[in-house]
């Protein structure tokens, strides 16, 4: 099969992709051995099935790949979704792993006295400003959106702010770096999306992979 035929299946680097293989592997995706080589440079890497490449990214850049068509299927977490909330993307299952949360965060001093009842403007340094503008807007707080794309723990200790968004999970780094959580905006699990067009164009393609993940997904509940 020509290799611009091939479905391509977008997965993300990090601590989603350890997760996720075992996943994929009891749905029959078996990636070419070199996926597993820490040294690789590749990023694209044939599968056990002549129809499939796999391709590692960015999270935020899955979401990019899968919204344009550059991939038909994907993995992201939706706290990616949210932020970008592309119409070209399916998102028809939840693969109930990743676990974490979007919350906000301050330093521990300034938790010991703060109200976020009493908050109605404030400055926050995260990746996520349009999921932290539409949550602070609810409640009619004007939030300055200082976006960084990682070290967002430091803001607060050099200054740049009082308060962050960000992603947590254990909360280990939260504390590492003198912060605590003050307030849960939204849960996080990793998702499994398809180019809306991909669906329809390639459909006899594009459903089985759904149904065969779904039936793992439903397998491990």
């Known amino acids: 099969m020509p290799a611009n035929d091939k479905l391509i299946l977008a997965l993300p680097n990090g601590r989603i992709l350890g997760e996720v293989l075992p996943l994929l592997r009891r749905a029959g995706v078996e990636p070419e ?25 960015r999270s935020f850049d899955v979401t990019t790949f899968v919204a344009f068509g550059a991939a038909h299927l994907g993995i992201a977490g939706n706290d990616v979704l ?9 998102a028809p299952l939840d693969l109930e792993i990743g676990r974490c949360r979007i919350s ?3 330093p521990v001093e300034l938790a010991g006295h703060d109200d976020p009842r009493t908050w109605s403007h404030i400055r926050i340094a995260t990746k996520y400003p349009r999921i932290a503008r539409q949550h602070f807007a609810a409640r009619g707080v004007q939030a300055e959106c200082i976006k960084l794309n990682g070290a967002i723990e430091l803001a607060p200790t050099l200054g740049l702010c009082r308060r962050i968004v960000d992603l947590v999970s254990t909360g280990a780094t ?48």
Not at 34 to 48: G, I
Not at 182 to 204: G, P, Q, W, Y
Request: net charge negative; no cysteine; aromatic share 8%.
């Open 82 to 90: 949210m932020e970008f909330d592309y119409a070209e993307i399916y």
């Open 104 to 106: 906000v965060a301050e």
């Open 174 to 221: 939260l504390k590492a770096n003198g912060l605590v959580e003050v307030e849960h905006i939204a849960d996080v699990t990793s998702r499994f999306i398809v180019n809306r067009a991909a669906l329809k164009t390639r459909h006899a393609e594009v459903a089985p992979w759904i149904e065969r993940v779904a039936a793992e997904v439903a397998r491990a509940a």
């Open 33 to 57: 051995p070199e996926f597993d080589d820490p040294k690789t440079r590749k990023l694209q890497f044939t599968t056990s099935h002549p129809g499939l490449d796999i391709i590692r990214a």
